[in-house]
């Protein structure tokens, strides 16, 4: 479970949404992103196993910043998608 939340995670960085701090650049926003996620699962190996949800809940706080993920599944879903939610 932990290599797919983190597999998910960076392969999302491609479809970064728009940063809540319109002054940075994309190159920051992955750089400052990257370094959160690093932080948190390095202090995960400690509870990751007995405490997955709060792992999770993590990583989609993180992520859930800077990428749309609506739109990222729709672009999964080619014509299956639906623009509902």
């Known amino acids: 479970m932990f290599k797919r939340i983190l597999l ?3 392969t999302a960085f491609g479809l970064l949404a728009q940063a809540s701090a319109a002054q ?3 190159y920051e926003v ?3 992103t990257t370094q959160e996620l690093v932080k948190v ?3 995960a190996r400690s509870y ?3 405490d997955p949800e709060r792992f999770t809940g993590e990583v989609r706080r993180i992520m859930d ?3 749309d ?3 990222f599944a729709r672009g999964i879903m080619g ?3 639906s623009r509902g939610y």
């Open 8 to 10: 998910v995670a960076f």
């Open 24 to 26: 940075k650049g994309p």
């Open 30 to 32: 992955v750089a400052d």
């Open 41 to 43: 699962i390095e202090g």
């Open 48 to 50: 990751v196993d007995k």
């Open 65 to 67: 910043e800077v990428v």
């Open 69 to 71: 993920f609506q739109s």
């Open 79 to 81: 014509k299956y998608g």
